[in-house]
């Protein structure tokens, strides 16, 4: 996150006790508007983060590439399993924070982040139920989901290394709720147009129903790619150097 880097995909690829970019917004702890400075700083960090920032290691998010994801069946309309392979996430840099708050003394912090327009591109395979009607099949696929809010909450622990204190992630929750979501699944049983057009509508029209019962295991992944990559960061600069000092 900036003054933090962002809890989304930055990855930091140098060695030591690593400062900030001076573009990156810092706020003191010391001050009754720390809270809201944090939330406006991580969401101008996050903003920046379209292209790559060499001179620290982080990596752009647009777009955020994961190489394999697994989805489990649900147990109820969503009863298949899928796989997601070279998927790249568009429209992280979009997002707005609605809240990001530090408890110094429990080491919790809560984040809120919505993405107007999230755009996953990915090669798939599916196999299994989705309500009453078979589905199979592999190949290029899309969702896109509007006005997604990823709600996390991080507990934290804190270490100490040449003299500079820490904080590492000990436990990390995520809960997703978008408000549409629209899919588009190519080659099902095996390119048959017909049967491919029935279970995209099918997707579509029941969306909410399928997602809700998918959540936990979409929650779950995304959970430990942010959770990995804030971690990392947290390793890699000291709490003062992202927060402030403290009394």
Not at 57 to 74: H, V
Not at 101 to 109: R, W
Not at 133 to 156: A, K, N, Q, Y
Not at 157 to 173: D, H, L, P, Q, T
């Amino acid at each position: 996150m900036h003054s933090f880097v962002t809890i989304f995909c930055v990855l930091i690829a140098i060695s030591g006790c690593v400062k900030l970019p001076s573009t990156f917004q810092k706020c003191d702890r010391n001050k009754s508007d720390f809270n809201p400075c944090v939330a406006k700083a991580v969401e101008n960090a996050i903003s920046q983060l379209n292209h790559a920032i060499p001179s620290v290691g982080l990596i752009g998010l647009e777009p955020l590439e994961i190489s394999f994801m697994s989805i489990a069946p649900g147990g109820g309309p969503a009863s298949f399993s899928h796989n997601y392979t070279n998927l790249k996430l568009s429209g992280l840099t979009q997002g707005k924070v609605s809240k990001f708050d530090v408890d110094f003394d429990k080491k919790i912090i809560y984040f809120d982040f919505t993405i107007p327009h999230l755009r996953l591109d990915f090669m798939y395979d599916a196999t299994g139920k989705i309500l009453v009607l078979p589905i199979d099949g592999h190949g290029p696929g899309v969702i896109d989901l509007s006005d997604l809010l990823l709600s996390f909450t991080f507990d934290l622990e804190v270490y100490e290394k040449n003299g500079k204190k820490y904080y590492k992630i000990i436990g990390s929750r995520l809960t997703l709720q978008p408000k549409l979501i629209h899919y588009k699944l190519d080659n099902l049983f095996n390119g048959d147009e017909r049967l491919g057009k029935q279970i995209n509508d099918v997707l579509n029209d029941n969306w909410s129903d399928i997602f809700s019962d998918l959540k936990s295991s979409y929650e779950e992944s995304f959970n430990k790619i942010f959770t990995n990559t804030f971690d990392r960061l947290l390793g890699k600069v000291p709490v003062d150097e992202i927060f402030g000092y403290g009394k």
